[in-house]
Structures are given as structure tokens and as C-alpha cells.
């Protein structure tokens, strides 16, 4: 049996993650410039292509008759996959 505090504080976890990189790009948003600039293009296309990439996950887990808790973790995982990218990102030393 799987321990029942898993799926929670994956979900915990994850929101942390959203919430910080959230907090750094609103940052550098705020002081304007190239770089802000330059995030806003990304934000906008990271999401259209984690989007996309969802689908596809989702849709492929169905189709092979895995069921929908599958097809709903497979369609979370590209953007976990981002979330945690840009957190690295985000904090990295320059």
C-alpha cells in the first residue's frame, strides 16, 4: 500500500515551487529592463508549450488504458518539470 502523505505533500511541494518562482519573477518583472522583458516572453511560452505537453501526456495514458489517475499525473508532470527548471533558474548566481 502506498503511504497516504505522498500525493499530499507532492502536491505541497509542487505549490511551494510554483509560489516561489511565482515571487522571483514578479521580481524581476518589477525592475523592468531587457530582463523583465525577456521573462514575460518566456512565461508566455513556457505555458503554452507545458500545456500542449500535458495534453499530449494525458491523452497518451488514456490511450493506452492506464486510467485517469495516471492520465492526471502524466499531465502533471510537465509542469512540474518547468516549475522546478525555473526555480533553478530563477536562483542561480549570475
Known amino acids: 500500500m502506498k503511504n ?3 500525493a499530499w505533500l507532492n502536491a505541497a511541494t509542487f505549490a511551494a515551487e510554483a ?3 511565482i515571487g522571483l519573477r ?3 518583472l518589477a525592475a523592468g529592463g531587457a530582463a523583465a522583458t525577456s521573462e514575460a516572453q518566456r512565461m508566455i511560452v513556457e505555458k503554452a508549450v507545458a500545456a500542449a ?3 499530449v501526456a494525458a491523452g ?3 490511450a493506452t488504458g492506464r486510467g485517469s489517475h495516471a492520465a492526471a499525473r502524466a499531465a502533471a508532470k510537465p509542469y512540474r518539470r ?3 527548471a525555473n526555480r533553478r533558474r530563477l536562483t542561480r548566481k549570475r
Open 4 to 6: 497516504p502523505w505522498a
Open 19 to 21: 509560489q516561489w518562482v
Open 26 to 28: 514578479m521580481m524581476r
Open 53 to 55: 505537453q500535458a495534453q
Open 60 to 62: 497518451m495514458a488514456l
Open 82 to 84: 518547468a516549475v522546478r
